[in-house]
């Protein structure tokens, strides 16, 4: 029987302003990438930002799964009607659209790593997540403490399972830790 490891599901919450005014933040994806590869983390997301193919491309490179989720039915309405690149790394066309795709991406996942701190798409991906009770990562470039706070505000209940930082070796590593516990509890 193959081993089972737990899957992580990323999210996209940056702001159209900031991935097109801040060349770091493909940096940064691929640094976030790194930190998921050493944990040996797979991982699903929906396909249609920049942040979300540079993580799953290089995680493939480094031998890591990673599936993208395409909100298209099809290889050639993900390149027409959605407008998507070819990717390398394996890609279900799931037909549902962008919503489906994510939910689709978040009922498959252990846990959940959302890249950014955008208000409206952060608020978006957490109101999805619901309380689950799985833990949630959130990998941002301002100060940890008011995103938390912001977060907190909107869903309070949420605060047990919540781990964020901008650095992204250490919240692999906790969100990791707290993922592989609970799917051992599980079994």
């Known amino acids: ?50 942040v979300v193919t540079t993580i799953l491309t290089t995680l493939m490179e480094h031998g890591v799964s990673a599936v993208g989720i395409s909100p298209a039915a099809t290889e050639r309405e993900h390149q027409v009607a959605y407008r998507l690149p070819h990717v390398s790394f394996p890609t279900i066309y799931s037909g549902r659209g962008a919503l489906g795709a994510d939910v689709m991406a978040l009922s498959s ?49 949420l605060m047990l399972h919540i781990f964020v930082s901008n650095e992204s070796d250490k919240l692999v590593h906790d969100i990791a830790f707290e993922m592989r516990k609970q799917h051992l509890e599980k079994k």
């Open 109 to 157: 996942s252990h846990g959940v790593l959302i890249a950014g701190s955008d208000e409206e798409s952060l608020l978006g991906v957490l109101g999805c997540v619901g309380d689950r009770g799985i833990p949630i990562g959130i990998f941002t470039y301002e100060d940890p403490t008011e995103v938390r706070r912001r977060v907190n505000n909107h869903y309070p209940n």
């Open 1 to 50: 029987m193959q081993k089972r490891y737990p899957l992580i599901s990323l999210y996209d919450a940056h702001s159209d302003k900031e991935i097109f005014g801040d060349p770091q933040i493909v940096s940064n994806a691929h640094n976030l990438a790194l930190s998921l590869a050493k944990a040996k983390l797979g991982t699903v997301g929906r396909i249609g930002s920049q």
